[in-house]
Nanobody
Framework: QVQLVESGGGLVQAGGSLRLSCAAS????????MGWYRQAPGKQRELVAA???????NYAESVKGRFTISRDNVKNTVYLQMNSLNPEDTAVYYCNARIVGVVGPRGYWGQGTQVTVSS
């Protein structure tokens, strides 16, 4: 079994910062791309940022220059540093990872963590 456990969400004022973490555990052989998605009420889930095992990154246009994704391959953890937050960033943030475990590769999702930005 593979699990992704997120932490770090919460309530913050506009202009503030939050750091999300997502740790993968279980029978893992290889973790390929890891990423963060978000889903606001009434909207589709969208990609926020992703990072490959080699460290290449890509970001949604709306977060470029404000969010930074990183990973620790020893800890099997991906991070999302979010700065200059605005109310439009309010959403449930989900971690995603493509993992080779007992089976694979396949994609796994975390349970989601709420980020709320007040104006």
């Amino acid at each position: 079994q593979v699990q992704l456990v997120e932490s770090g969400g919460g309530l913050v004022q506009a202009g503030g910062s939050l750091r999300l973490s997502c740790a993968a555990s279980g029978r893992i052989s290889i973790i390929n791309t890891m990423g963060w998605y978000r889903q606001a009420p009434g909207k589709q889930r969208e990609l926020v940022a992703a990072i490959t095992s080699g460290g290449s990154t890509n970001y949604a246009e709306s977060v470029k220059g404000r969010f930074t994704i990183s990973r620790d391959n020893v800890k099997n953890t991906v991070y999302l540093q979010m700065n200059s937050l605005n109310p439009e960033d309010t959403a449930v943030y989900y971690c995603n990872a493509r993992i080779v475990g007992v089976v694979g590769p396949r994609g796994y999702w975390g349970q989601g963590t709420q980020v709320t930005v007040s104006s």
